[in-house]
């Protein structure tokens, strides 16, 4: 096939006459190492080669294909194919990949197990659920009264029951192996629950309430350790735990202290941004998917009602298609975010770096991170277009006018949401740090631009009233669950001041309206929501004429 011929073709999708159409009848998917039963969870997806069904996971390889489902390396499209279909050929041929990820992190998971049950007898132990279980037991002792009165009644003990069967051998140390006699105390460690001799563990692990917060909180440390209390607190608890638990949770809190501290550029950094992209990965491709098998069977084929008994007996399926139309939205909306996110963080990834010195080895995984993602974005995002296209193409403008219009209504929604929680958030800010007034003014001026445009999205009265009740509620819900949208850090809030929080706060505002104003542009028609947009960005370049003109 030449490139003219490619050329015609870029608009035809592959075939399917020879997919199976017995779909209906195939309950199981029909690899024979697999053969898991298909359900609400577990959907049924074609080889775009041999036609075959299979699950999700048989799927997940790629292979450039030709309109024909014939491999086709150079001008062929990616299609999902079966493992079968993928190893057909040589085993060096162009135009294939596969998802390793899976396998990897089983890999790791195997690793980390076997490290765990080398030292504890047993393969899993989450350490941060263990100590904040310590922290809750510890914060609901110290919300009673009479707090001395318990300590006598040893009601402040709060040792969780050790179960018998967990016990192999009571009589030795379960690290240092000596034997407990008469002066060798035996204790037990609070996070893993293993017995121990007092020279393999310690009262290192604080729990403690925090004066230092405007409001009462309750946090755990290892003393002796950075990012550890420099007085001890008023209110406090030691706590024992074996040394190889204590290892585990002073590296914890050390890359705790680590992250909070932006000063320093290193390769801890580049790796949090990259935890933070590779769920967005998993997310677009699951969604890609999702929005494929949501295009290519959706009914556009209702032909209209010539009588009221045809009308009365399409009622289930005009609910039906409404579903189809809410549902087909929602992923192409969501799908829309998560590519705008992935934009959003490798832009900022590249400014914050910018004008900082970096080590050749942070220099190459800079460089390396941002040509993957690019790379990453640029193919879904064509991707992603060519199925709408597609999708465009088909379907009838009716249908396009109510899947537009539900993609809307989700875009203004959450950009109330955010702008309200994020005005909300300020205002507490304001009144405990005493940060500039006129971050809260511009923040309810926009909230109020965004809220016109929300009730004349809406319609009714009396759904705007109910629509509003439940998005402020849902709001307060975030705020008291602590969900927040800026969270200074506490080490260099004690650092710098209420200069640091003002500034945090500035770019946290700046960032979350580019990313509003970003995916207002991405889902919405230019003639939909100009007032939000104008507000939006006008409010934006406040925060950035407020951050250019600040020192810290």
Same mark, same amino acid.
């Given at each position: 096939?030449?490139?003219?011929? /490619?050329?015609?073709y870029?608009?035809?999708?592959?075939?399917?006459?020879?997919?199976?159409?017995?779909?209906? /009848?195939?309950?199981?998917c029909?690899?024979?190492?697999c053969?898991?039963?298909?359900g +609400?969870?577990?959907?049924?997806?074609?080889?775009?080669?041999?036609?075959d069904?299979?699950?999700?996971?048989?799927?997940?390889?790629?292979?450039?294909?030709?309109?024909?489902?014939?491999?086709?390396p150079?001008?062929g499209?990616?299609?999902?194919?079966?493992q079968?279909?993928?190893d057909?050929g040589?085993?060096?041929?162009? *135009?294939?990949r596969?998802?390793?990820?899976?396998?990897f992190?089983?890999?790791?998971?195997?690793?980390?197990?076997?490290?765990?049950?080398?030292i504890? *007898?047993?393969?899993?132990?989450?350490?941060?659920?263990?100590?904040?279980?310590?922290?809750?037991?510890f914060?609901?002792?110290?919300?009673?009264s009479?707090?001395?009165l318990?300590?006598?009644?040893?009601?402040?003990?709060?040792?969780?029951?050790?179960?018998?069967?967990?016990?192999?051998?009571?009589?030795?140390?379960?690290?240092?192996?000596?034997?407990?006699?008469?002066l060798?105390?035996?204790?037990h460690?609070?996070?893993?629950? +293993?017995?121990?001799?007092?020279?393999?563990?310690?009262?290192?692990l604080?729990?403690?309430?925090d004066?230092?917060?405007?409001?009462?909180?309750?946090?755990?440390?290892v003393?002796?350790?950075?990012?550890s209390?420099?007085?001890?607190?008023?209110?406090?608890?030691?706590?024992?735990?074996?040394?190889?638990?204590?290892?585990?949770?002073?590296n914890?809190q050390?890359?705790?202290?680590?992250?909070?501290?932006n000063d320093?550029?290193?390769?801890?950094?580049?790796?949090?941004t990259?935890?933070?992209?590779?769920p967005?990965?998993?997310?677009?491709?699951?969604?890609?998917?999702?929005?494929?098998?949501l295009a290519?069977?959706?009914?556009?084929?209702?032909?209209?009602e010539?009588s009221?008994?045809?009308r009365?007996?399409?009622?289930?399926?005009?609910?039906?298609?409404a579903?189809?139309?809410k549902?087909l939205?929602k992923?192409?909306?969501?799908?829309?975010?998560?590519?705008?996110?992935?934009?959003?963080?490798?832009q900022?990834?590249?400014?914050?770096?910018?004008?900082?010195e970096?080590?050749?080895?942070?220099?190459t995984?800079?460089?390396n991170?941002?040509?993957?993602?690019?790379?990453?974005?640029?193919?879904?995002?064509?991707?992603?277009r060519?199925?709408?296209?597609?999708?465009e193409?088909?379907a009838?403008?009716?249908?396009?006018?109510?899947?537009?219009?539900?993609?809307?209504?989700?875009?203004?929604?959450?950009?109330?949401?955010?702008v309200?929680?994020?005005? +909300?958030?300020?205002?507490?800010?304001?009144d405990?740090?005493?940060i500039?007034?006129?971050?809260?003014?511009?923040?309810?001026?926009?909230?109020?631009?965004?809220k016109?445009?929300?009730?004349r999205f809406?319609g009714?009265?009396?759904?705007?009233?109910?629509?509003?009740?439940?998005?402020q509620?849902?709001?307060?819900?975030?705020?008291?669950? *602590?969900?927040?949208?800026?969270?200074?850090?506490?080490?260099?809030?004690?650092?710098? *001041?209420?200069?640091y929080v003002?500034?945090?706060t500035?770019t946290?505002?700046?960032?979350?309206?580019?990313?509003?104003?970003?995916?207002?542009?991405d889902?919405?028609?230019?003639?939909?929501?100009?007032?939000?947009?104008?507000?939006?960005?006008?409010?934006?370049?406040?925060?950035?004429?407020?951050?250019?003109?600040?020192?810290?």
């Amino acid at each position: 096939m030449d490139i003219s011929q /490619q050329q015609q073709y870029d608009n035809i999708g592959i075939i399917r006459s020879h997919w199976r159409s017995d779909v209906d /009848q195939i309950l199981h998917c029909q690899n024979k190492s697999c053969c898991v039963e298909f359900g +609400l969870t577990n959907r049924k997806y074609h080889c775009r080669r041999c036609g075959d069904v299979f699950c999700s996971k048989c799927t997940q390889f790629r292979k450039r294909l030709s309109v024909l489902a014939q491999p086709d390396p150079v001008f062929g499209k990616f299609y999902k194919v079966c493992q079968s279909c993928f190893d057909e050929g040589s085993s060096t041929e162009e *135009g294939q990949r596969r998802d390793l990820t899976f396998y990897f992190t089983q890999m790791r998971q195997a690793h980390k197990r076997n490290i765990l049950k080398q030292i504890y *007898g047993f393969d899993r132990i989450d350490f941060e659920a263990e100590v904040s279980f310590l922290v809750k037991e510890f914060q609901k002792t110290d919300e009673k009264s009479n707090v001395l009165l318990r300590m006598v009644s040893g009601e402040f003990n709060f040792k969780r029951q050790i179960s018998e069967t967990s016990l192999t051998d009571k009589s030795r140390c379960k690290f240092c192996h000596n034997s407990f006699k008469l002066l060798m105390l035996r204790y037990h460690c609070n996070i893993c629950c +293993l017995l121990c001799c007092g020279d393999c563990c310690s009262d290192d692990l604080l729990l403690y309430r925090d004066s230092s917060e405007p409001q009462l909180l309750y946090r755990w440390s290892v003393i002796n350790v950075a990012g550890s209390p420099e007085k001890e607190p008023a209110v406090c608890r030691y706590v024992r735990l074996c040394h190889a638990c204590r290892s585990q949770l002073t590296n914890i809190q050390q890359r705790n202290v680590y992250m909070e501290d932006n000063d320093s550029v290193t390769l801890g950094e580049l790796d949090e941004t990259l935890n933070n992209l590779q769920p967005l990965r998993n997310k677009i491709e699951q969604h890609l998917m999702k929005y494929e098998d949501l295009a290519n069977s959706f009914d556009i084929s209702r032909p209209a009602e010539s009588s009221r008994t045809e009308r009365s007996n399409s009622r289930d399926n005009q609910r039906k298609g409404a579903g189809s139309i809410k549902q087909l939205a929602k992923v192409q909306s969501d799908l829309s975010d998560h590519l705008t996110d992935v934009s959003l963080i490798t832009q900022r990834l590249t400014l914050k770096f910018r004008n900082k010195e970096l080590q050749p080895l942070e220099k190459t995984v800079l460089n390396n991170m941002k040509r993957a993602w690019c790379s990453f974005y640029i193919e879904n995002v064509v991707t992603f277009r060519q199925l709408r296209n597609q999708f465009e193409d088909i379907a009838p403008q009716n249908v396009l006018t109510a899947v537009q219009r539900e993609v809307d209504t989700q875009a203004v929604t959450t950009a109330y949401l955010y702008v309200h929680q994020l005005g +909300l958030e300020v205002l507490l800010l304001t009144d405990r740090h005493g940060i500039d007034e006129e971050f809260s003014e511009n923040l309810a001026g926009l909230d109020g631009a965004v809220k016109q445009e929300l009730d004349r999205f809406i319609g009714s009265t009396e759904r705007e009233d109910r629509y509003d009740d439940n998005l402020q509620e849902f709001v307060k819900l975030q705020i008291k669950e *602590g969900k927040l949208l800026i969270k200074p850090s506490r080490t260099l809030r004690c650092k710098h *001041g209420s200069g640091y929080v003002e500034t945090f706060t500035a770019t946290r505002c700046l960032n979350i309206l580019d990313k509003i104003l970003v995916q207002f542009r991405d889902k919405c028609l230019d003639t939909n929501f100009k007032n939000t947009k104008t507000a939006l960005q006008n409010t934006k370049d406040y925060f950035n004429t407020k951050l250019n003109n600040t020192t810290i």
